[in-house]
């Protein structure tokens, strides 16, 4: 199957900065659109930034400005820099991936999701 492994999640001072890495591995056969969720105590799951398999990117609105989302093809790696970091940015950050296959399906992948507080 797929796999996608985060990292880089961590605790940081307000005003700091962390870089969130996911990688895929498995039987994948192309990358669609790759996207960073994030779900705080008590919250649903929102979108945080996407990369679309394009070179096209979007953000939530309360990220725009702090966060940045990159993706390397060759390695199969997304990233997300998250500067600026405020203590409502305090979650579990998740990877998201809709990867096509190598039996050429199209489906959607989650990583186990990296927790990310933000405190003094």
């Known amino acids: 199957q797929v796999q996608l492994v985060e990292s880089g999640g961590g605790l940081v001072q307000p005003g700091g900065s962390l870089r969130l890495s996911c990688v895929a591995s498995g039987r994948i056969y192309s990358l669609g659109a790759r996207d960073w969720f994030r779900q705080a105590p008590g919250k649903q799951r929102e979108l945080v930034a996407t990369s679309a398999s394009g070179d096209s990117t979007d953000y939530a609105d309360s990220v725009k400005g702090r966060f940045t989302v990159s993706r390397d093809n060759a390695k199969n790696t997304v990233y997300l820099q998250m500067n600026s970091l405020i203590p409502e940015d305090t979650a579990v950050y998740y990877c998201?991936?809709?990867?096509?296959?190598?039996?050429?399906?199209?489906?959607?992948?989650w990583g186990q999701g990296t927790q990310v507080t933000v405190s003094s």
């Open positions: 998201h991936a809709q990867v096509l296959t190598v039996d050429h399906l199209w489906r959607d992948f």
